[in-house]
């Protein structure tokens, strides 16, 4: 059994939004402060196998502005499709670097980090124009007869991205019968980020075995 309580998925950042968000830092910047370049919307799919938790499929959709860039970029026959050597150099240039940031997933485990070390099954692909990229994390957590709880959180610490959850289907599960699963998404306010001053939005996971 799943249950799902309180599914708020974080609004889409709008055009007034950013527009906003720039006016105010113009009128009051703060020494050094970034602000955000390109905004992902994250679908998550929470993948099960017979001992428990197998890991964290990670799915990306870019903002136009993002997807233009890529495209001019990495699109190299200019057919608005990306073969799998255009997929190669996308993962080495444009998303490897942010391998030193938990590839922007922080992860929980009954309250302890876990260190995203590497993830697999990376692809990215162009839809109407939209870039998207999905990815694998692994994480083996054997369920047990009591709660494990998991926490994920995706955000850039920099904040040179800004990653929310969208308005559908912001969650996935996969394989799940042999477990009783509860899940919702809220501000995880034990986490501050962005000079202490925002609690980032979070997928609170807990499961054991029936």
Known sequence: MIHITAVTPMP???WFFRLLSAFLIILFPLPGMPHPHVFISQRTGFVFDDQGLAGFRVTWTFDEMFSVMISEDFDADHNKALDSKEVAEI???AFGYIAPYNYYIHVKIDG???EVKFINEFNAWLDNGIVNYEFFIPCHITALETPKQIVLSPYDPEYYSDIYFPDKAPLDMENTDAFAIKIQTARDKATLIYYDMVNPMAIF?????K
């Open 12 to 14: 889409r950042p709008n």
């Open 91 to 93: 993962k080495e240039k």
């Open 112 to 114: 302890t980090p876990f």
């Open 205 to 209: 996971l807990s499961f054991k075995r």
